[in-house]
């Protein structure tokens, strides 16, 4: 089993800061990929960014220089950095990690939300 525990959300005014923070635990393989994904009221879940174990990096256009993820290998933990924030940007943010052939779980999800 995984377990996936996230931490950072909160309220922020539009072009204030956030950062996220997601803690993996479990049997982790070496090799997977652990993102972020997000789901506005009325809107279906989507994806905001994505990190291989290998560093390789995916985002959103509508996140592109303003979003940071990060990871660190040792501590199996991932980050989403936001910046610029803009009211857009609120939602429920998910922790997802592709654990290789265990398949993939998910995080309880934090809220976000951007407003003056």
């Known amino acids: 089993q995984v377990h996936l525990v996230e931490s950072g959300g909160g309220l922020a005014q539009p072009g204030g800061s956030l950062r996220l923070s997601c803690a993996a635990s479990?049997?982790?393989?070496?090799?997977?990929?652990m993102g972020w994904y997000r789901q506005a009221p009325g809107k279906q879940r989507e994806l905001v960014a994505q990190?291989?174990?290998?560093?390789?990096?995916n985002y959103a256009d509508s996140v592109k220089g303003r979003f940071t993820i990060s990871r660190d290998n040792a501590k199996i933990t991932v980050y989403l950095q936001m910046n610029s924030l803009k009211p857009d940007d609120t939602a429920v943010y998910y922790c997802?990690?592709?654990?290789?052939?265990?398949?993939?779980?998910w995080g309880q999800g934090t809220q976000v939300t951007v407003s003056s």
């Open positions: 997802h990690i592709r654990n290789g052939i265990l398949g993939e779980y």
């Open positions: 990190i291989t174990s290998s560093y390789g990096t």
């Open positions: 479990g049997r982790i393989f070496s090799s997977n990929v």
